[in-house]
């Protein structure tokens, strides 16, 4: 007899496996379509470069399925510095919050083998090549999801006018547990601790004008580098790059549907739906490092409403899947409205909005409870 399923997720990346894995825990019977979410574009086929940074609420999420990675590869932010344009700079420390990290920088390749071996071991989960018939069908194919398109959902999305660009440095000084970041005139500089508390390695992203991006892609291995450590003022001494690079396009973008009836229906039996969830759904800027937060918590939100469901109502329920779009939607309104602020704040190249920027940076600094509960919001904790 053919095998068959309560939920057939379409993408294998990271909140796909994750959500397969959530999901199985229920003793639901999941197909995990093969496949990741599409890749940044690099120059080769070279190892992966990216990083993600995770909150206390994914970390937490990722152990109860197995799958967070070893301390080597999931690097605790003990402390964060944020600089302006200017003199204004904002730090946010662990010990203020009485946590054990700000976040932590995890490497993707780590993750990704740590999750297909939970998957591999979880006997609820079949992969496959091709999509299934299914009761509820999950699309977490990334931001270029051609199954979104498929059922005809638009996507709006609102260009940046930047490019991000991605890789590895080994660096002269030990990193010291300390994510760094400058606001600059050019773009938005981002150094993540790597290779644990003693590591000296980061990964770093860079947002450029989509104008700088092929020139700066184009710099020798010295070049960029070079480049790199005047951007960030030496803070980590002299740089090496390690690797290739990676570059992809940046963009605010939600879909306006995240649910509904699927277009072939059984003849028999309830009715078959969809769902987005993660960068299928929604995309923001990565200045703050909350991509994969937002989505794992689409993976979770989605896993507790099936749960929690009556018992008379079925998995594809669009009552239930209607919810879920109102929630995570409410969850991410505000966050995305200030990633994209802040964005658009910085880009301004004005003498007197710079000079305010750099002074309300230096308020919000000494802000005290206001700094502290945003603080904690990031970290993902109450």
Partial sequence: MAQTFDVCIRGAGVVGRTLALLLARERLRVALVAGSAPRAQSASAAPDVRAYALNAASRDLLQSVRAWPDPADATAVRRMEVHGDQDGAVTFDADRQGAEALAWIVDVPA??????DAVRFQPQVEVVDAPVPAALTVVCEGRASRTREEFGVEFDVTPYGQHAIAGRLACELPHGQVARQWFLPDGILAFLPLGGAEGNSVAVVWSVSQES?????????????QRLQEASQNALGRLEVLGDRACWSLQQATARRWCGPLAEQPAKGPQRTWVLAGDAAHNVHPLAGQGLNIGLADAQALA??????DYWRSIGDLRLLRQYERERKAALLPLGMTMDGLQQLFMRREGALQSLRNWGMKGFDLSGPF???VARRAMGVR
């Fill in 111 to 116: 993750l990704e083998s740590r999750l297909a």
């Fill in 213 to 225: 991006a092929p020139q700066c892609m184009g710099l020798d291995a010295d070049a960029f580098a």
């Fill in 304 to 309: 507790r409403l099936l749960r929690e469901r």
């Fill in 371 to 373: 700094k502290d509960w």
